[in-house]
């Protein structure tokens, strides 16, 4: 991407989750749908584990990802050589950062 892209959302996350929570199959769909979103860090939401166990692997969340947290999740689990970011509170900021080809961060 352009680092000069600028993504803004609008709206509510709608399709596989009946609302705006952000889980595993809604991260699957957003990364299936908008290859631009895949491997980057989501500092704005956490991840709702749902009380199930969470992978970030071929099994679950299928890219590499990051979040803001992870809520509620029995355990967390990171393998297939997929990498997982936990960024925490950010002081309210509604953004994406993402990883670039050499390492460093681009903020969209």
């Not at 956490?46 to 199930?52: A, R, T, Y």
């Amino acid at each position: 991407m352009d680092p000069l892209t600028t993504l803004e959302f609008q709206g509510t996350i709608a399709g596989v989750s009946h609302d705006d929570k952000l889980n595993v199959a809604k991260v699957n769909e957003l990364y299936d749908n908008v290859e631009s979103l895949r491997d980057v860090t989501i500092i704005s939401h956490n991840l709702e584990g749902e009380g199930k166990d969470v992978e970030i692997g071929e099994n679950g969340v299928k890219h590499s990802a990051g979040f803001k947290g992870i809520n509620e999740a029995a355990s967390i689990t990171v393998k297939d050589g997929k990498t997982l970011e936990l960024v925490g509170e950010k002081n309210n900021s509604n953004f994406l950062m993402a990883r670039s080809q050499y390492g460093s961060r681009r903020i969209f």
